[in-house]
């Protein structure tokens, strides 16, 4: 493990410099943004030797990142066209699922980018729709991005290694510095108001008999007793 974190420190670094170089790009309006990285650009054409003189590497490392994101599979969770969706679970049953849950984790986090953790250990429908998504009962973890499947941990820690995950994460923004959600913990469930937790509630009123009715299942929340936390959903 501690080969590993050497591996990744040194990756940090590289990406500090990538991100120095791009913010010495500075576009003056849309037009001239979309014409840099929208327009083709031609070698031979006088106007851009400039271009490619100054910044050729950032050119071609965003040309890669294009064709890089489109040769994973097209499977797109639920809202997640545009956006980083990582299923995972809480459940230390099996410790290899947990620790590759981890694995991941940590590296999104290296890379402080914002992403959409759903736990199926936490709420049934996620993991049905990780079924539905992937069309088989697949165990997490499973990283998508932008609409597409990048893998679990093999695939993405072998990403990392050659250092194409974080072209992959390229143009997803940044998480908040400001520390887990207040509401959850980051958690991203609380206890059900209703029913405490507990998934029953019994109606108030009384019969003809006097007999109070049984309790029924609570509607608000899910398998768990949980409810999405209101703050961060
Ligand atoms: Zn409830
Ligand atoms: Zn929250």
């Not at 576009?27 to 054409?45: G, R, S």
């Not at 590296?107 to 402080?112: A, E, K, Q, V």
């Amino acid at each position: 493990m501690k080969g590993m974190r050497g591996r990744f420190l040194g990756k940090l670094k590289s990406i500090s410099s990538i991100t120095s170089l791009t913010q010495s790009l500075v576009f003056q309006d849309n037009a001239a943004f979309n014409q840099y990285f929208e327009t083709p650009i031609l070698a031979n054409d006088p106007k851009n030797e400039e271009i490619i003189g100054n910044n050729n590497m950032l050119v071609s490392k965003k040309t890669e990142n294009h064709s890089l994101l489109v040769e994973f599979e097209e499977k797109c969770p639920p809202g997640g066209n545009d956006s980083v969706i990582f299923y995972t679970t809480s459940l230390r049953g099996i410790r290899k699922t947990y620790e590759d849950c981890n694995t991941i984790r940590f590296l999104l986090g290296s890379f402080r980018v914002l992403y959409d953790e759903r736990d199926v250990s936490m709420h049934l429908e996620f993991r049905e729709e990780l079924w539905r998504t992937l069309g088989g009962r697949v165990i997490p973890p499973r990283l998508f991005i932008k609409g597409r499947l990048i893998g679990g941990v093999d695939e993405v820690v072998g990403l990392h290694e050659e250092g194409k995950l974080e072209e992959l994460l390229c143009g997803i923004p940044k998480s908040p510095a400001s520390g887990p959600c207040k509401g959850c913990g980051g958690m991203r469930f609380v206890l059900c108001q209703t029913c405490n937790g507990s998934r029953k509630v019994v109606l108030e009123e009384a019969d003809e008999d006097g007999d109070t009715s049984l309790p029924i299942s609570c509607v608000e929340c899910n398998e768990n007793g949980l409810v999405k936390c209101p703050v961060c959903f």
